[in-house]
């Protein structure tokens, strides 16, 4: 998945708009302008569009935590420079203050099912024996999930995705 498609599905699922993506972005003490939002909310096509980067996305993020969660005092976090599905998805459990079980029942909601220990060992370091990289479908599919869970009954294009969420993640880590 893509940084721009990350933040479209985020920001439908969650009901933001530009200028409280802005204000996100500002309690994690990184400026934005609604000009750059808008860009990286448009569509490959459109030619406003701009690709957001890694650093952009976890600036988000981390504002996405502090507004759901609460501002730490003192110096927010470094800004990652490379990111990954992995740290996406353990960005999104901390803003969501979600527990393994939320996150496999937001899986079950589009019918993709993981175990406890193959959802543990995206969250594990790197260099652990049991790490696992957390791929694009998995995330999409917790992203799409959380999108039926708050959005119910909506029939948009975020809904209308492929046929891959009736696979099981031991095909695909």
């Not at 969650?14 to 939002?37: C, G, N, P, R, W």
């Not at 957001?52 to 730490?72: P, S, V």
């Not at 996406?88 to 406890?116: C, H, N, P, W, Y």
Request: net charge negative; hydrophobic share 35%.
């Amino acid at each position: 998945m893509t940084n721009n498609d990350v933040f479209r599905r985020i920001r439908y699922t969650f009901d933001l708009k530009d200028s409280l993506m802005v204000d996100i972005f500002a309690t994690a003490d990184y400026t934005v302008t609604k000009e750059q939002v808008s860009g990286w909310l448009k569509k490959e096509g459109d030619e406003s569009y701009s690709e957001a980067t890694d650093t952009d996305l976890a600036a988000f993020l981390n504002g996405f935590i502090n507004t759901r969660r609460g501002k730490l005092d003192g110096v927010q976090p470094e800004l990652e420079v490379r990111l990954n599905n992995n740290m996406i998805l353990r960005k999104l459990r901390i803003a969501l203050d979600m527990k393994a079980e939320d996150i496999l029942e937001t899986l079950q909601v589009v019918g993709f099912r993981l175990s406890k220990p193959e959802l543990s060992a995206f969250f594990r370091k790197p260099g652990h024996k049991h790490y696992r990289e957390c791929k694009d479908q998995i995330l999409r599919n917790f992203l799409m999930g959380m999108q039926r869970q708050l959005r119910p009954g909506d029939t948009s294009e975020y809904q209308q995705d492929t046929d891959e969420n009736t696979d099981t993640a031991s095909d695909n880590i």
